[in-house]
Nanobody, 121 residues
Framework: QVQLVESGGGLVQAGGSLRLSCAAS????????MGWYRQAPGKQRELVAD???????NYADSVMDRFTISRDNAKNTVVLQMNSLKPEDTAVYYC???????????????WGQGTQVTVSS
């Protein structure tokens, strides 16, 4: 089994910052991409940012220049630093990791349980 555990969500005022962390553990041979999605009430889940094993990053236009994603391959962790938060950033944030459980297995996506981020105006 593979588990992804998120931490760092909470309530913050507009303009503030939060740092989300996610740690993958369990039966892991290697991890390819890691990243964060979010889902606001009544909306579809959307990509926030992702990062390849080599460190290439991709951001949603709405968070560009405000959020920064990073990872530690040795610790199987990914972090999302969120600055200049806006009320429209309010959502449940989900961590994901593309994991291969054995050297000969196919990669598949695993998800965390989600962490609530609420930005008050």
């Amino acid at each position: 089994q593979v588990q992804l555990v998120e931490s760092g969500g909470g309530l913050v005022q507009a303009g503030g910052s939060l740092r989300l962390s996610c740690a993958a553990s369990g039966s892991i041979s290697s991890i390819n991409d890691m990243g964060w999605y979010r889902q606001a009430p009544g909306k579809q889940r959307e990509l926030v940012a992702d990062i390849s094993r080599g460190g290439s990053t991709n951001y949603a236009d709405s968070v560009m220049d405000r959020f920064t994603i990073s990872r530690d391959n040795a610790k199987n962790t990914v972090v999302l630093q969120m600055n200049s938060l806006k009320p429209e950033d309010t959502a449940v944030y989900y961590c994901y990791a593309r994991v291969r459980r054995t050297p000969w297995a196919a990669f598949r996506d695993y998800w965390g349980q989600g962490t609530q981020v609420t930005v008050s105006s």
